[in-house]
C-alpha cells in the first residue's frame, strides 16, 4: 500500500516562509510534487520533480518556491517563499508510477497552508 504523509502546512504572514514535506511509503517514485487546490478552484499543479532532478513550476511559484526530492527516503519537499495571499490553498502531495501500460497517481490527504496577515 502506497501511503503519502504530509506535513509543514500552516498559518503564514504574507512574505513568510514554510516548508513542506512529503515521505511516500512503498515503492519507487518516478517523479514526485505538490498540486494545490483552493475552495472552488480546480486542483492545480505547483511543482513536480522527477527521480532525475528535473523539475517544473507553475508560472505563478517561479522564483518564491523550490521543489526537492530524496530518492532513497522516497521523499519531497516544497520550500516556499514570498508567500502571498493568493499562495492559501489544501496542497497535495503526488507521486506517479510512470509505465509503458498506464500513470498511476498517488495523493496525499493534503495540508492546509494559509497566508494572511
Known amino acids: 500500500q502506497v501511503q503519502l504523509a504530509e506535513s509543514g502546512g500552516g498559518l503564514v504572514q504574507p512574505g513568510g516562509s514554510l516548508r513542506l514535506s512529503c515521505a511516500a511509503s512503498g515503492r519507487f517514485f518516478n517523479a514526485m510534487g505538490w498540486y494545490r487546490q483552493a475552495p472552488g478552484k480546480q486542483r492545480d499543479l505547483v511543482a513536480t520533480?522527477?527521480?532525475?532532478?528535473?523539475?517544473n513550476y507553475a508560472d505563478s511559484v517561479k522564483g518564491r518556491f523550490t521543489i526537492s526530492r530524496e530518492n532513497a527516503k522516497n521523499t519531497v519537499y516544497l520550500q516556499m517563499n514570498s508567500l502571498k495571499p493568493e499562495d492559501t490553498a489544501v496542497y497535495y502531495c503526488?507521486?506517479?508510477?510512470?509505465?509503458?501500460?498506464?500513470?498511476?497517481?498517488?495523493w496525499g490527504q493534503g495540508t492546509q497552508v494559509t497566508v494572511s496577515s
Open positions: 520533480i522527477t527521480s532525475s532532478g528535473a523539475t
Open positions: 503526488n507521486a506517479k508510477i510512470e509505465t509503458i501500460a498506464r500513470s498511476m497517481d498517488y
